[in-house]
Nanobody, 126 residues
Framework: QLQLVESGGGLVQPGGSLKLSCAAS????????IAWFRQAPEKEREGVSC????????TYADSVKGRFTISRDNAKNTVYLQMNSLKPEDTAVYYC???????????????????WGQGTQVTVSS
């Protein structure tokens, strides 16, 4: 059974940091492009970042560029999202998603991804 499990969410003060993890079981993450999405209450799901299969190149939404870093650890079959300088507007449920659409594929469109985790809540508040 193919499964993605996110962890690492929580409550953090503005300016703080969190590191989210996305662990895969039943398949190898290094064969897939992986993206992080987030969804705030009453808002549409938005792409935050993605990492390609080949070369590990990455893409970020403008809203998180310079603050968030996506990375892979293939030995642990896990993808991470390091989030620094967090702002209240970063509050959302964060999801990881996987697709095998291509070696250089990376997209912020949720419809391009086949496998999804259950999400982890991130709350930025003082």
């Amino acid at each position: 059974q193919l499964q993605l499990v996110e962890s690492g969410g929580g409550l953090v003060q503005p300016g703080g940091s969190l590191k989210l993890s996305c662990a895969a079981s039943g398949f190898r993450l290094d064969y897939y492009a992986i993206a992080w999405f987030r969804q705030a209450p009453e808002k549409e799901r938005e792409g935050v970042s993605c990492i390609r299969i080949v070369g590990g190149s990455t893409t970020y939404a403008d809203s998180v560029k310079g603050r968030f870093t996506i990375s892979r650890d293939n030995a642990k079959n896990t993808v991470y999202l390091q989030m620094n300088s967090l702002k209240p507007e970063d509050t959302a449920v964060y999801y990881c998603a996987a697709t095998s659409r291509g070696l250089m594929f990376c997209s912020g469109n949720e419809h391009d991804y086949n496998y999804w985790g259950q999400g982890t809540q991130v709350t930025v508040s003082s």
